[in-house]
């Protein structure tokens, strides 16, 4: 698949040449290389392949079709992501009424936390069906701080209106800083909706549930056993995946799927299994889980009703009559009392969200398009996710940013490397990675 905002396409060798020819291919600028190849090489990033190894892809490309190319260094790409993420940021926005925000912390080891906002216009919302994707959003906002309070969130929701004016609607996870931040914006605007995540609230639900479960706490430790238990033998393959450490309300669906497909092979287990595990074996180590069957498919049917309810939100958003919409995509009837409860819970929470839509007016309903950026931003990071936020961090931005020749152009025109630098600089400061390398400095110079 094309990477999204492709501004050319190859249909054959000679295209490649030409789209490639240093002396055909304009750099933006002053710059050294070719507006072409800087968004080739953006969209290798973008698609997957990492910094360092974007020049060794060109290298081949060049050697394959008889390229004069001339390759930029892996630093040199990271400048270019960095400085397109700054472009993101800093550039105009249109200021409108109907901007709508999505907030959210990220965090990484330190104590710095990243306040994101990226924001969509009503009017450009995807048609009814489809989720928002990350070529929909535009960067508002993207604040590191070292704590957040309530009164800090409010400042920064504050200061973002200045790129695109107060917003219609302001969606969160309702985290108490985020939520509290937000009230206090609602005071000085009260045209603005604060709309609450269904993924999260579904989360809470859930979590308020199985936490008053004994039931659940003990399929927590005997997974937990389990999986210490099995992962070095002949069983590693039915090793129960590992507990999310943060968010474990929101990931239930693995472990769920797991114990139900482990049940199946104790009622019958395939003849292959019978080869690779003795079944004596078998129900010593998980047999533990024919005492769980009626809790396990009362959790899975819990876990279904959320499903369905965050992918139709994620899909249609929130407006009047969204809620009666929801209730008929649920099933009539549940095997269990307790879902039916579920069920009823999820629908209100969406009528009470969908009041604060005028008549016509559709809001979205999710962040979830968000934390896939968050996401998609630590892939870029790589093993620098794991060491705090570093001055790569600017380069967020260009994940929601069109790779087109006439963007890239723009963008690289408008953010230079001093304004990079400068903005990491009054933003970050010194970053754990600039310590930790202060901090062993003397070690790593003594000889031998």
Request: hydrophobic letters at 40%; glycine letters at 8%; one cysteine or more.
């Given at each position: ?177 985020v939520a509290g931040g937000v009230s206090l914006f609602q005071e000085r605007h009260p045209h603005t909706a604060d709309i609450y995540d269904l993924k999260h609230k579904a989360a809470c639900v859930m979590k308020h549930r199985l936490e008053k479960e004994p039931r659940w706490r003990e399929f927590q430790r005997q997974i937990g056993q389990t999986r ?109 009392c307790t879902t039916a409860t579920l069920a009823k819970e999820l629908v209100r929470f969406v009528a009470v969200q969908a009041r604060q839509a005028k008549s016509g007016e559709r809001l979205p309903g999710s962040t979830e398009i968000l934390e896939s950026c968050f996401g998609k931003m630590k892939e870029l990071e790589k093993q620098q996710s794991r ?62």
């Amino acid at each position: 698949m094309p990477p999204c905002g492709s501004s050319w396409r190859l249909k054959k060798k000679t295209d490649l040449s030409q789209v490639l020819d240093p002396c055909t291919d304009e750099p933006p600028g002053g710059h050294g290389y070719g507006t072409n190849t800087i968004c080739m090489f953006l969209r290798l990033v973008m698609s997957g392949v990492s910094l360092r190894g974007v020049p060794r892809v060109l290298a081949v490309l060049a050697e394959a079709f008889d390229l004069s190319l001339e390759i930029p260094h892996w630093t040199t790409g990271r400048l270019w992501l960095m400085r397109l993420g700054h472009a993101m940021l800093t550039m105009p926005l249109k200021k409108a009424k109907d901007w709508a925000w999505l907030a959210d912390h990220s965090v990484q080891i330190g104590q710095e936390k990243g306040l994101a906002i990226v924001g969509v216009r009503l009017r450009d919302l995807p048609k009814r069906g489809e989720p928002l994707q990350q070529q929909d959003l535009h960067l508002i906002a993207w604040v590191p701080r070292k704590s957040w309070t309530r009164p800090e969130v409010d400042e920064a929701l504050e200061q973002a209106t200045r790129r695109s004016g107060v917003p219609r609607v302001i969606v969160s996870d309702h985290g108490v800083d985020v939520a509290g931040g937000v009230s206090l914006f609602q005071e000085r605007h009260p045209h603005t909706a604060d709309i609450y995540d269904l993924k999260h609230k579904a989360a809470c639900v859930m979590k308020h549930r199985l936490e008053k479960e004994p039931r659940w706490r003990e399929f927590q430790r005997q997974i937990g056993q389990t999986r210490c238990a099995v992962q070095q033998t002949e069983m590693a393959f039915l090793t129960p995946p590992a507990p999310k450490p943060k968010a474990r309300f929101m990931n239930l669906e693995r472990q769920l799927a797991w114990a139900e497909g482990v049940q199946e092979i104790l009622r019958e287990a395939p003849p292959q299994v019978d080869r690779w595990v003795r079944p004596e074996r078998l129900q010593e180590k998980v047999g533990w889980l024919k005492e769980f069957v009626a809790p396990v498919a009362e959790w899975s049917e819990w876990q279904q009703v959320v499903n369905t309810s965050v992918a139709f939100v994620n899909r249609q958003g929130i407006y009047r009559g969204a809620a009666k919409e929801l209730r008929q995509q649920l099933p009539r009837k549940f095997a269990h009392c307790t879902t039916a409860t579920l069920a009823k819970e999820l629908v209100r929470f969406v009528a009470v969200q969908a009041r604060q839509a005028k008549s016509g007016e559709r809001l979205p309903g999710s962040t979830e398009i968000l934390e896939s950026c968050f996401g998609k931003m630590k892939e870029l990071e790589k093993q620098q996710s794991r060491g705090g936020f570093t001055h790569f961090m600017v380069s967020f931005g260009a994940l929601l940013a069109e790779t087109t020749a006439k963007v890239v152009d723009a963008a690289l025109k408008h953010s230079h490397t001093q304004d990079v630098y400068r903005w990491c600089n009054e933003q970050l400061g010194i970053t754990v990675f600039g310590q930790r390398k202060l901090a062993f400095a003397n070690g790593a110079t003594k000889p031998g």
